[in-house]
């Protein structure tokens, strides 16, 4: 008999902005020793995180937490401008691992604010992300639309001059949806020509389009508060594959795999290759056959570290 085959997308895991936060963490404890401390998880991995406190990363979710005279590192997520200027006060070393593309989002949330625009931004309430882009201006100034029916019903203070930003890691059908949503009440909206969706999530996305009609299940590597791998697991779901979320290995259930015969395998932009080897193992343990990579959209994306930290690369 014939047994499972796996299919690898690819790319997956790892983008540009996680892999330079994870070394500005290692390379601020070789530069200044431990414990270094980080605003919120900096990628949202449980294993990465776990691994990073193991060497002496401590993180926090308040400036209460943090000693005076300490380092503090700003997670990939990026983080409002109070945050920022309560570490100031305080005279704490800044190290700054808001992915640079996040980094964009916010200096175009500057601008509009400054320009006067009603400023609206599409994204999950609470993220850390979201929390961070909203804090770029002052409280109130930009009103989140979640979905299409909250994009139906927002009033703004001036219709005739809105401004839209996204979340860098929405689906991008839901984005696009939505932006259609506020094109259709605010026809002079200014923003991005599609969204601020980054290329690892588009790609990511684009990948499991690909995979997903290929096989009967996809497990999705990548922690529960991970946006980018939540979208991927609901999107193999749209797809018809059954979508799972799993953190490692070691959450795949048993009946999961009942009846399957081709399984996908893909990890979101915050969640390391080798969790992903190790499915894969796990899988052909459990009657895999054939494992193949489906290649799509190669990526060759890299990040500088911070100047402070260049000379420790
Ligand atoms: S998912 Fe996109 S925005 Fe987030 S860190 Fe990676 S490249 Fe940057």
């Not at 330079?20 to 414990?35: D, Y």
């Not at 909206?189 to 995979?211: E, F, M, V």
């Not at 609901?234 to 795999?257: H, M, N, Q």
Request: hydrophobic content about 40%; glycine content about 8%; overall charge neutral.
């Amino acid at each position: 008999m014939r047994g499972m085959d796996v299919l690898l997308a690819s790319p997956r895991g790892f983008c540009a902005g996680v892999e330079r936060a994870i070394e500005i963490v290692e390379k601020s404890l070789e530069v200044f020793g431990a414990p270094v401390y980080v605003w919120h998880e900096i990628v949202h991995n449980r294993h990465v995180v776990e691994a990073l406190a193991a060497k002496g990363a401590r993180f926090v979710e308040s400036h209460d937490e943090v000693p005076d005279g300490a380092v503090l590192v700003f997670s990939a997520h990026g983080v409002s401008k109070a945050v920022v200027a309560e570490a100031q006060r305080r005279g704490l070393k800044r190290i700054d691992a808001t992915c640079p593309l996040v980094t964009k989002v916010h200096l175009e949330a500057m601008r509009y604010h400054k320009l006067g625009y009603s400023l609206i931004l599409i994204g999950h309430k609470g993220h850390p992300e979201v929390v961070g882009t909203m804090g770029q201006a002052p409280e109130g100034a930009i009103q989140l639309v979640q979905n299409v029916a909250e994009a139906a019903q927002i009033q703004v203070p001036h219709p005739d001059k809105a401004a839209f930003l996204t979340q860098t890691t929405l689906s991008v059908d839901e984005a696009r949806d939505i932006v259609a949503a506020l094109r259709g009440r605010f026809p002079a909206i200014q923003g991005p020509a599609k969204d601020d969706i980054c290329y690892a999530t588009q790609n990511r996305q684009n990948a499991i389009r690909g995979l997903a009609p290929k096989v009967d299940a996809v497990f999705v590597l990548g922690s529960p508060n991970s946006s980018n791998s939540s979208r991927l697991k609901e999107l193999a779901s749209t797809l018809g594959a059954k979508g799972y979320l799993v953190e490692s290995a070691a959450d795949i259930r048993p009946e999961w795999l009942d009846g399957v015969r081709r399984v996908g395998v893909t990890a979101g932009a915050s969640a390391p290759e080798h969790l992903v080897q190790e499915v894969v193992r796990v899988l052909r343990e459990k009657g895999g056959g054939q494992v193949e990579e489906m290649a799509s959209t190669p990526e060759h994306v890299t990040f500088p570290l911070p100047p402070e930290l260049q000379a420790a690369r």
